[in-house]
């Protein structure tokens, strides 16, 4: 009997070892065919004959890549832009969720329930409100107090910041974090005279890694990979990100697969590091912040 299921457990894991390894292999499949593509002429990837591996290896062709266009001020933007909206909506995002978590005020579940709906629309819906209102911001790029006159915020990286600074998924997510921490840290706080910013700073926020390292993940990863938002918003070369930047390899007649694939996989490379590095707090992060009600 034990034996019968040893054996059954085993097969088991097996079956979901296959099942897991064919799910992966899935996953990485258009990655590795990507990178192998960066390395083939466009010739041999135009030619009727596809084959996986190169019949000829071109590493320059991502030294080539980067030598059209303008890119270090393409990767200076999303830099500038991805740091400077992930910072602050870390901040922002953290102090919702602990005033949600740890307050009680008037009106605090009706807000909290407004703010869910954020979660439900669908961000091509306020794209239009969005876009005129970073156009007609008032007293900024030439607008009167009433934002007529000028363009505001129209083709500038604060536009592209300031609309993803805060979201109603970080901050849920932040909610529910700070919900499984005990009521009696914050009594033991009050008792040596800590105030609600010491609390947030001082205890809250160093022990809230994993939720950090999440929200740094996926905003970071929304800001970096966006193309909506910046082709919508911006119309100058100086103001273009890594994503506007790939559009050049693609015109009209032909598309430059060879660069186009180079540029991808260096552009790509900044986030894998990064999550590398905070993967180990992404999951946990996720996991706690769906724990409480």
């Keep these: 009997m034990i034996g019968s299921m040893k054996k059954e457990r085993m097969i088991g894991r097996i079956v979901l070892t296959v099942v897991l390894a064919l799910l992966s292999f899935v996953i990485v499949a258009p990655f590795l065919l990507a990178i192998l593509t960066s390395l083939k002429p466009l010739a041999e990837i135009q030619s009727a004959d596809f084959t996986i591996l190169p019949r000829e290896w071109h590493f320059e062709n991502y030294l080539l890549a980067m030598q059209q266009g303008d890119w270090p001020r393409y990767f200076a933007n999303s830099i500038t832009v991805t740091l400077t909206t992930v910072f602050f909506a ?24 407004f703010l869910l709906i954020g979660i439900m629309v669908p961000a091509q819906v306020t794209l239009i409100p969005t876009f005129f209102m970073m156009k007609q911001f008032p007293l900024v790029g030439g607008n009167n107090l009433f934002g007529m006159g000028g363009t505001g915020f129209y083709d500038t990286l604060p536009g592209l910041i300031i609309p993803y600074v805060a979201g109603s998924f970080g901050v849920f997510l932040c909610r529910q974090f700070f919900l499984g921490f005990p009521r009696s ?33 996926t905003k970071s990863s929304q800001i970096w990979n966006d193309y909506l938002w910046p082709v919508i918003l911006t119309t100058s070369n100086e103001n273009r990100t890594v994503q506007l930047g790939l559009t050049i390899f693609r015109n009209e007649t032909v598309i430059q697969w060879h660069y186009l ?29 769906g724990v409480k009600g």
């Design 90 to 113: 870390v901040l922002f995002n953290t102090l919702a969720g602990f005033a949600f978590a740890r307050f009680e005020f008037k009106g605090r579940k009706f807000l909290f329930f």
């Design 185 to 217: 840290l914050d009594e033991a706080a009050e008792i040596d005279g800590a105030n609600k910013w010491q609390l947030y700073f001082r205890i809250y926020l160093p022990m809230s890694k994993p939720i950090i390292a999440t929200l740094i993940i």
């Design 261 to 289: 694939m180079a540029a991808t996989m260096i552009v790509i490379a900044p986030l894998v590091v990064m999550f590398f590095f905070l993967q180990k707090y992404y999951v946990g992060g996720i996991m706690a912040g």
